[in-house]
């Protein structure tokens, strides 16, 4: 099968289950955790009322009140683990902060991440950042040997650039047959129109870079 059609097909599924993330999310988010906030409410009443009447009842009230506050916390933690969405919602930097947070979790290596808080970009792109951004890291932190990872946002000559650069020992013949993340990377930055660069070295590790015109921008 052409790599450009598995790409598609491999496209189409992902954004199928970004979707139906997407509805659980806002499943947990809209409904369960204001359910839970409801009653946080009416337990706060009922500690209001109560109080005089009933020796022990405002602690124990507000235990419950603090278990509550914990469970809603933790719902908007899934919450947000399952959102496809978090860059419309938080923005770039703070999506890619989360990312780098993640997996810093579990590799063992460096990993640092760059973020200019001068460069405001569409959302559109800024998207498009974040897939590449994400399948970048997925490969470098799978490199044999990467014990170094650095990521990059920022405004220069004229260009958004997002670069991901690793000391892992690449394989050079990986374009010949590139992986899923290549895949994903290469068909995200082609429909929107963004100039993608993956050097390979056995020696410097490899460096992906995504770029684009400012001008072109809606910003």
Not at 29 to 57: C, E, I, K, N, Y
């Given at each position: 099968?052409?790599?450009?059609?598995?790409?598609?097909?491999?496209?189409?599924?992902?954004?199928?289950h970004e979707a139906a993330l997407s509805r659980v999310a806002r499943l947990?988010?809209?409904?369960?955790?204001?359910?839970?906030?409801?009653?946080?409410?009416?337990?706060?009443?009922?500690?209001?009322?109560?109080?005089?009447?009933?020796?022990?009842?405002?602690?124990?009230?507000?235990e419950i009140q603090t278990m509550?506050?914990?469970?809603?916390?933790?719902?908007?933690?899934?919450s947000n683990e399952l959102n496809p969405s978090i860059v419309e919602r938080a923005g770039l930097q703070f999506a890619l902060d989360r990312l780098v947070g993640n997996t810093r979790k579990t590799f063992t290596g460096t990993l640092h991440m760059h973020?200019?808080?001068?460069?405001?970009?569409?959302?559109?792109?800024?998207k498009t950042f974040y897939k590449?951004?994400?399948?970048?890291?997925?490969?470098?932190?799978?490199?044999?040997?990467?014990?170094?990872?650095?990521?990059h946002v920022k405004r220069s000559q004229g260009e958004f650039v997002l670069k991901v650069n690793d000391n892992g020992k690449s394989d050079n013949d990986a374009n010949d047959s590139p992986s899923l993340g290549r895949l994903l990377m290469g068909y995200h930055a082609s429909r929107n129109k963004v100039t993608l660069s993956i050097k390979n070295?056995?020696?410097?590790?490899?460096?992906?870079?995504?770029?684009?015109?400012?001008s072109e921008s809606a910003v």
């Open positions: 099968m052409p790599q450009p059609v598995l790409a598609e097909m491999l496209f189409t599924a992902l954004n199928e947990l988010h809209d409904d369960v955790s204001q359910v839970l906030s409801a009653v946080g409410l009416q337990l706060d009443a009922m500690r209001m009322d109560f109080r005089d009447g009933a020796p022990g009842f405002e602690d124990r009230t507000a509550l506050e914990q469970a809603i916390g933790q719902l908007r933690d899934i973020f200019d808080p001068a460069t405001r970009m569409p959302t559109a792109l800024a590449i951004a994400e399948c970048a890291l997925e490969i470098a932190v799978t490199q044999p040997e990467c014990s170094v990872v650095d990521i070295s056995s020696q410097a590790g490899t460096m992906i870079r995504a770029t684009y015109p400012i």
